[in-house]
């Protein structure tokens, strides 16, 4: 979501750590999810280079949009063709946006990564519908073969290790890790985690060393005998 902030608005971001704007319309600060619930947690604030526009980098409880979109961003402009000298067009005018006529369900815009989780997720559904006589489909063999799945992630895992130890290279390397995450990605379709779960782990440990981490963890039940 986009919206106007003040100097107040900020600092109260700061110390609530919750996503406060001001609003124009009502001439006053808000706290995103003050009447909705869908608050914003706010971890990290960045400027742009002339400081007239700020990113709060955040995890948002529930959707973001008033629409009950999970982000604004949900209309797609296309960008018409620029006009030569002949139509008369000024270049300001050149490139002209107009709505898509798409529905915020399904049409945002995503990372890498949520692209990729979506065409898994779309082959998941796939496999319960029946057969459209489209190409043969290679998630679609990991999801029905758990055990296959299992082996790839294996030998994945094994072939980025190799690329260290046999100096394959940076190329190799981000190849092999491409695999890697691919077919784990497959595997956590499975399972039911989104991505979005595995980076706010990440997020969490910023702040913690792996070693101090390791050591607070409860003592491991030990099974029955
Ligand atoms: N990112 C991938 C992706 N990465 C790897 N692979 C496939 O994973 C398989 C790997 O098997 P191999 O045994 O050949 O292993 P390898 O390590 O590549 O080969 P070797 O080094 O062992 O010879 C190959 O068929 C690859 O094409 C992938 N298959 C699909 N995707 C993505 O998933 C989308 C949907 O793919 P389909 O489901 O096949 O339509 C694609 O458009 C991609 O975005």
């Known amino acids: 979501m986009q919206a106007f902030a003040d100097r107040a608005a900020i600092n109260e971001t700061m110390q609530t750590g919750l996503a406060t704007f001001y609003s124009r319309s009502r001439g006053g600060r808000w706290c995103k999810g003050e009447t909705s619930g869908h608050f914003i947690n706010v971890h990290q604030l960045f400027t742009d280079c002339d400081r007239?526009?700020?990113i709060y980098l955040s995890d948002p409880i529930?959707?973001?949009?008033?629409?009950?979109?999970?982000?604004?961003?949900?209309?797609?402009?296309?960008?018409?063709?620029?006009?030569?000298?002949?139509?008369?067009?000024?270049?300001s005018s050149s490139a002209v946006a107009h709505e898509g006529a798409h529905d915020h369900?399904?049409?945002?815009p995503r990372t890498?990564?949520?692209?990729?989780?979506?065409?898994?997720?779309?082959?998941?559904e796939a496999l319960s519908q029946p057969?459209?006589?489209?190409?043969?489909?290679?998630?679609?063999?990991?999801?029905?073969?758990?055990?296959?799945l299992c082996k790839k992630i294996r030998?994945?895992?094994?072939?980025?290790?190799?690329?260290?130890?046999a100096n394959e290279g940076r190329e190799r390397a981000a190849n092999e890790m491409a695999d890697l995450m691919y077919h784990s990605m497959v595997l956590l379709n499975l399972q039911g985690v989104?991505?979005?779960?595995?980076?706010?782990?990440?997020?969490?440990?910023?702040?913690?060393?792996?070693?101090?981490e390791k050591a607070a963890r409860a003592p491991k039940q030990q099974p029955p005998q």
Do not use: Y
């Not at 949900?74 to 002949?86: C, T, V």
């Not at 890498?112 to 998941?124: D, F, G, H, M, N």
């Open 194 to 212: 989104e991505m979005e779960e595995v980076l706010r782990v990440l997020r969490k440990r910023f702040t913690q060393s792996g070693i101090e």
């Open 155 to 165: 030998e994945e895992a094994g072939e980025l290790c190799q690329t260290l130890e």
């Open 52 to 54: 007239d526009s700020i």
């Open 62 to 91: 529930g959707p973001a949009c008033h629409t009950g979109a999970r982000t604004c961003w949900f209309k797609e402009a296309q960008l018409a063709p620029a006009e030569g000298p002949s139509g008369g067009s000024s270049s």
């Open 131 to 148: 057969s459209d006589g489209s190409k043969p489909s290679w998630t679609a063999r990991l999801l029905s073969n758990p055990e296959l």
């Open 105 to 108: 369900s399904d049409h945002v």
């Open 112 to 124: 890498t990564l949520q692209a990729l989780e979506r065409t898994i997720s779309q082959r998941r």
